[in-house]
């Protein structure tokens, strides 16, 4: 992008706007206690989530606080206003990897010199990309019809997440589970490249004179990117786990947290952050999950209801096959053949198919956040209330802890649905559109072979927002 | 493009001129799914609707339409109404009926569902125009090929 590159020749795609330049919120990132401090409430929110699906008296899921806060509530917090907003956020609260953190430095609130507890092993060098979380998060939804509606199944799923981040935290170097393993920081990490925020260093200059990277080796102030990444140069947010280290590690206060416009992450191509094929699969793979949860959740149709709840082993296996091939293969498919098409119809010979593939692979993200916004609508507007009833009787023993424990269903808005819903996909599609026409000049080598191989991209992306209205709308 | 709007604005008449009718579904629940799960009608039929359980006691509320009935074996529940938005809306079930209830649901079609073919339009329209932009543009400048320019971090813009 150019200096005067502008998004609908409106939003200057250079614009930033700095949040840490306002004293309060500096001092704020620089203090040991943010993050500490939301990590260990969120701690305390999935204690009783955890207890709740345990030893909770029986209760369908909509009167489970553990169900409805981590699958109403949080999901679509993190879908709707945590990525798309404020980038890798929810990381930054998370309390899934604490144990390992306390394990690993054998304190929560000051910074342990030198080496961190436990093997410290490298993560090996073949998964260091997306495709254990990819692959994962997959797995993960095979279970869907259980994990969102049993609330023991949610137990065993965040505890075996709690569980697993501490295990591979005794044997792998620092934040390995999160950066490599864990299932919401794939989507979390491809979507927030969309992200209206951003965590950069200011002057590079001053990075370039400053011999001892603190922010990457650490101080008395601060831990070494506990991401493994390189705070003073890296250009991306797919793997910031915004933990802040780097804003108290930094002794010239060079860091910053930026607001920004939406999807300036996909221009970026970088021989140290490229594009990358397992990144694009998880495009690929977040788009499919989203049709198959619509069709299954928020589909009139029982056979595929009846599949996913594992009425017949049967059914399931005929359920996950199907699931896996549509979004490992069916989805990747169609795509390659537009792909072929955007070559051919560009003339273009040098570019290889494989960069065209990848390159272009980068729209379906704020197509596939907009597919996923409005899925979250249509789960937080009818089933919001019953947050309203749980939070008084989080453990189904009949308390009323703050009077709310009656509180009918109440389906808000759900008569304008239709209506949000495909506002939104509409919105997303333009900044697909958008930031793809940039990617294909890219992407080929002169105007007119971007003009030209832009054109199939265009009727793809076209395609899948109809098909989406079509299912949320039709 | 002419055409589609041709065909649009045709579909947009024939909606207009249309005959109200009286229609009438029975509708029976069971675990998680309603049968018919789809039901379709036209914009103005007077609707009437009797919901039978075939297990436990389930509930019906239509979205948009805001009504709300429950049935449980034994005893039906009805509703009677006019069709008079166009779109579609999910019915659900009101009532708690067990681990999947969240995911009870059916489709209540108005035909012509104009919220549909008004945001499909948009869509194509949008996409055809930004191809027209794109198209009409000539170069201004020497082509980005290059990753794109690390932006300056002067934050006084704000």
């Known amino acids: ?62 009167y489970n606080f553990g169900i409805m806060i981590v699958w109403i509530l949080w999901w679509v917090m993190l879908m709707f206003i945590l990525v798309p907003g404020f980038s890798r956020s929810w990381c930054l609260m998370c309390p899934f990897p604490i144990f390992s953190d306390w394990f690993q430095r054998k304190r929560l609130f000051g910074v342990r010199q030198g080496k961190l507890e436990g093997l410290g092993l490298k993560w090996p060098k073949q998964l260091k990309n997306m495709w254990v979380m990819n692959i994962g998060f997959l797995v993960t939804t095979f279970f869907s019809g259980l994990f969102t509606v049993k609330p023991f199944a949610t137990f065993v799923l ?13 044997i792998f ?7 490599y393993v864990c299932p919401v920081s794939g989507f979390q990490g491809l979507y927030a490249q969309f ?77 140290r952050e490229p594009r990358r094929l397992d990144e694009a699969w998880k495009a690929f793979i977040m788009l499919g999950i989203a049709a198959v949860f619509f069709l299954t959740m928020q589909g009139p149709w029982g056979v595929l209801k009846d599949m996913v709840r594992q009425a ?24 390659f053949i537009f792909s072929c098409l955007s070559k051919l119809f560009s003339g ?18 704020p197509i596939g956040l907009g597919v996923w916004i409005a899925f979250s609508v249509g789960i937080i507007l009818p089933n919001g209330s019953y947050l309203i009833h749980v939070i008084s009787d989080p453990f189904a023993w009949g308390w009323n802890l703050f009077g709310t424990a009656h509180f009918p269903w109440t389906p808000v808005f759900t008569g304008s649905l239709g209506y949000i819903q495909g506002f939104v996909l509409v919105i997303f599609y333009l900044f697909a559109t958008a930031l793809g026409f940039r990617l294909s000049k890219q992407t080929y080598l002169d105007l007119s072979q971007a003009k030209r191989g832009w054109i199939p991209i265009l009727i793809f992306l076209t395609l899948v927002t109809i098909l989406f209205l079509w299912l949320y709308l039709g | 493009m002419k055409k589609l709007i041709i065909v649009l604005l045709s579909v947009l008449c024939f909606t207009a001129t249309s005959y109200a009718a009286e229609r009438f579904f029975e509708i029976k629940a069971k675990r998680f799914v309603y049968t018919p799960s789809i039901i379709k009608v036209n914009k103005g039929d007077l609707v009437r609707i009797r919901l039978i359980s075939e297990d436990v006691t389930h509930g019906f509320f239509l979205d948009g339409y805001g009504l709300n009935t429950s049935t449980h074996p034994g005893q039906e529940g009805f509703l009677q109404f006019v069709a008079d938005k166009p779109g579609r809306f999910t019915f659900r079930c009101s009532v708690t009926c067990g681990e999947f209830h969240p995911y ?20 194509v329209l949008l996409g055809v125009g930004s191809l027209l932009i794109i198209l009409k543009n000539k170069p201004q400048q020497a082509h980005d090929n290059n990753p794109p320019q690390e932006p300056t971090m002067n934050t006084s813009n704000g």
Request: aromatic share 16%; net charge positive; proline share 5%.
């Open chain 1, 158 to 170: 965040l505890g075996g997440i709690i569980l697993l981040a501490f295990l591979i935290g005794l």
């Open chain 1, 348 to 365: 273009n010979k040098e570019v290889s198919l494989r960069q065209i593939f990848i390159n272009f692979a980068y729209t379906l993200v």
């Open chain 1, 312 to 335: 017949t082993f049967k059914g399931w296996l005929i359920f996950i096959t199907l699931h896996s091939f549509f979004c490992l293969v069916g989805i990747p498919g169609i795509f």
């Open chain 2, 104 to 123: 009870m649901v059916g489709y209540f079609v108005v035909e012509k569902n104009l919220r549909l073919y008004l945001f499909v339009l948009l869509t």
């Open chain 1, 1 to 62: 992008m150019d200096n005067k590159d502008k998004l609908f020749g409106l939003i200057d795609l250079n614009w930033r706007f700095e949040l840490t330049k306002f004293k309060q919120v500096g001092k704020l990132f620089k203090s040991r206690w943010f993050p500490l401090l939301p990590i260990i409430v969120n701690l305390f929110i999935f204690v009783i989530i955890l207890l709740a699906g345990f030893i909770g008296g029986y209760s369908s899921g909509s």
């Open chain 1, 195 to 271: 992200a209206t925020a951003e965590i950069r260093r200011m002057n590079p200059e001053l990075c370039k004179n400053h011999k001892v990277k603190t922010c990457f080796v650490g101080n008395e102030c601060g831990y070494g990117c506990p991401w493994m990444l390189t705070p003073f140069d890296f250009k991306k947010n797919t793997y910031c786990g915004m933990c802040l280290e780097c804003f108290k590690t930094c002794p010239y206060d060079n860091m910053g947290f930026f607001l920004r416009p939406p999807g300036v992450d996909l221009l970026s191509d970088t021989p």
């Open chain 1, 173 to 179: 170097e620092k934040r390995s589970f999160c950066l």
